[in-house]
């Protein structure tokens, strides 16, 4: 959920778009798709033929890391994000602009979810690559307040670069990106194919949700890999689905600006072209998310926690997605039986966002601001994020647990159990 506003006009180029949520430095023709669709991106450049296949990347607390290199010249590992449909990059580490000697035309505010205020410099004409493809002409956005995200894994944001430019596929069971030439991708193996909309840029598919009997509640929702929830729902108004008076309420996720914070829920099902996903887990955000609900409408986003269950071919010259189920396609839907929060760590800890109430880990004595370092004697920094979600997703089972609290290393156990 990680989008930007941008609203400064630099040397007359920026296409504004939607209250300016949005907006492209230097202008090209808008999309013959639509006039709120992505808009391509020049001077793409394959090294061998017209495909780069087997990019690695990484998942980690439900989002998606590519390493990218600027201007030839620095690396950077990136969160892939299709809430960025600009074509550049979003910086989030002054000192790594600096490396670039990058000329800043302008600056601008940065906007999405949160309640915070935060403003980026403009610098043109850059490339950008990833193993095997090149973008030229693309622009790049420096973060002035470097410490608000200290605590980000990634040093920067991509999306439209990639997205807007080629088919883009993603084999989530071989943690592997795959990227096509417009023209050169062959169709028939990648699944079901899922026609799109776009709300500034931002892919839109159509679901069903069904829950406590009504089974035709038709909704938009978001298509954003940068979301790191399976699924939220912001404007279901008429529905018929609310989270109950009892439904937790907690931190959800960081975006650009800060916090999200609001309530966690369960439905029976949300229905995606034929797929039939069960029990989702859905956040309700209700704090620092006004700008972006408001700007880009829709009734939720469908997140990368419910992503993975795929694997995921992005075609925008044909608007459209392609869903293939994978392995991990039927696995339920759980939120942490701890009833913790938790947010990966540089050092591999994982920070404690939040506490649900009469969860074990608060019956435990855990509090918010705290470091979790070992679970049954491992250590986190050995624990995979997909290890990690499968330990805390055991009911019934118990768990030790090491908390660094003040630099004080303490031991705390307690037995899991489903709080969703």
């Known amino acids: 959920m990680k989008l930007l506003d941008i609203r400064r006009e630099v040397s007359g180029t920026l296409l ?8 492209s430095v230097g202008c090209q023709s808008q999309s013959s798709r639509d006039s709120s669709g992505p808009l391509p991106s020049s001077e793409v450049h394959f090294e061998v033929g017209t495909s780069a296949c087997d990019i690695p990347f990484r998942i980690v607390d439900n989002n998606m890391y590519v390493t990218i290199r600027i201007n030839d010249s620095v690396e950077v590992e990136a969160a892939f994000d299709s809430g960025l449909p600009l074509n550049g990059v979003l910086i989030i580490d002054s000192a790594t602009g600096d490396k670039l000697g990058l000329t800043y035309v302008g600056s601008t505010p940065l906007g999405g979810a ?17 193993p095997g493809v090149s973008f030229g002409g693309q622009q790049v956005l420096v973060a002035r307040d470097t410490k608000r995200y200290k605590k980000w894994l990634a040093g920067a944001v991509i999306g439209g670069t990639l997205l807007n430019s080629c088919v883009v596929q ?3 069971e071989k943690s592997l990106l795959h990227l096509y030439r417009n023209g050169s991708f062959d169709s028939r193996t990648s699944g079901e194919v899922l026609h799109i909309t776009y709300s500034q840029g931002i892919p839109v598919v159509d679901a069903t949700l069904e829950h406590k009997g009504n089974s035709s509640a038709r909704v938009k929702l978001l ?23 009892d439904a937790p309420k907690s931190y959800i996720s960081e975006g650009i600006k800060g916090d999200v914070n609001g309530q966690w829920f369960r439905i029976d099902a949300i229905r995606i072209g034929s797929f039939r996903l069960d029990g989702c887990v859905v956040a309700y955000p209700s704090e620092g998310f006004d700008d972006v609900k408001t700007a880009l409408g829709q009734n939720g ?38 009833g913790l929060v938790l947010r990966t760590l540089r050092s591999g800890a994982w920070e404690v966002m939040d506490v649900l109430p009469n969860s074990p880990g608060s019956a435990a004595g855990i509090k918010k601001g705290e470091s979790i370092v070992a679970v ?26 090491s908390i660094n609290r003040g630099n004080r290393i303490l031991h705390a156990e307690l037995i899991l159990k489903r709080m969703i």
């Open 16 to 23: 504004l778009c939607l209250l300016g949520l949005f907006s």
């Open 114 to 130: 949160g309640d915070e205020s935060s403003v980026a410099d403009i610098a043109l004409g850059a490339t950008i690559s990833v």
């Open 170 to 172: 993603i084999d989530h």
């Open 223 to 245: 298509f954003d890999t940068g979301a790191d929830i399976p699924f939220s729902l912001h404007s279901c108004d008429g529905l018929g689905v609310q989270p109950p008076p």
């Open 301 to 338: 986003f469908f997140g990368l926690g419910g992503q993975r269950r795929f694997t995921v071919t992005f075609d925008y010259p044909h608007s459209r997605i392609y869903l293939k189920p994978n392995s991990r396609f039927n696995d339920p839907f759980e939120f942490n039986m701890a």
């Open 376 to 401: 049954d004697g491992l250590s986190s920094s050995s624990i995979s994020f997909a290890e990690m979600e499968r330990m805390f997703a055991r009911e019934n089972q118990p768990m030790r647990l």
